[in-house]
């Protein structure tokens, strides 16, 4: 499979999928030396720069799956207002343990704990009550944006970690479902507006950013399929051992 069409579908099925993009790219990065074909610096300004432009590509996912809520969102100015709310709580939050954490990103015990606290939380945590996203509180959002900015640790999940916050503050499976990816978009959108400057130092040939790119976007719109009907089922704790499994196999890499 192309290089970049493989990064693509990687990057939208696990962007949405509560398996923890960033420790999927940590792991690749160690397995990489051991693929001949693969001639890749995952830290070099070009493939970071492919990377960000992948995350254009989910948020396009988003805005397709999810245009009726986002429509509807836009209608209700109070609800509006709570989710740029905990964007803004988001954003403090990730500014936050940037400052504090940024050199422990790649290290590689990190990494295994994130995996381990996703695994946890999917594994033991499975069950919403029937709150409503009509019911969004002011401390709700509070909790899910600070919930959603530690995402930003490699092994954790933002997904994962968000739906499992909702569920705890007592929404509804679906209502839980919608509200992480509602708080996503803006999320994404402003991560993707301030890594914009260095999509500047990419090297890589618009043909092969086309592919990448409708490789993030289908894959990203399977993903976020698949997770609701896991999560309407009331499996999502499958993913966790997923997680587990990754944890044990970063500890030998």
């Keep these: 499979m192309n290089e970049s069409l493989f990064f693509g579908i990687l990057q939208g099925l696990t962007e949405f999928l509560p398996v923890s993009s960033s420790g999927h790219l940590f792991l690749l990065e160690r397995i990489s030396p051991r693929i001949p074909q693969w001639n890749l610096s995952f830290s070099s300004d070009s493939f970071l720069s492919f990377i960000i432009y992948l995350h254009l590509a989910t948020l396009f996912s988003l805005i397709i799956f999810f245009h009726k809520p986002l429509a509807k969102v836009l209608t209700h100015p109070r609800l509006l207002l709570k989710i740029a709310y905990a964007t803004a709580v988001t954003i403090a939050g990730v500014l ?29 945590i499975r069950r919403g009550k029937d709150k409503t996203a009509e019911e969004l509180s002011w401390r709700d959002c509070t909790f899910i944006g600070l919930a959603q900015s530690v995402a930003i640790l490699p092994g954790l999940s933002r997904s994962g970690i968000t739906i499992i ?25 402003a991560a993707f507006v301030y890594k914009l400057p260095q999509l500047t130092h990419s090297q890589i040939s618009y043909p092969t950013l086309a592919i990448s790119f409708t490789g993030a976007l289908v894959s990203g719109l399977i993903a976020l399929g698949l997770l609701r009907k896991f999560l309407d089922a009331g499996k999502l704790y499958r993913f966790g051992y997923y997680c587990l499994a990754l944890a044990i196999l970063t500890i030998f890499l």
């Design 96 to 124: 936050t343990w940037t400052h504090l954490f940024n050199d422990l990103f790649q290290n590689k015990v990190f990494v295994t704990i994130g995996f381990f606290l996703t695994a946890s939380l999917l594994l033991f």
């Design 165 to 189: 916050a909702l569920l705890t503050r007592g929404f509804t499976r679906r209502d839980a479902f919608t509200l992480s990816f509602l708080l996503a978009v803006p999320t994404i959108a």
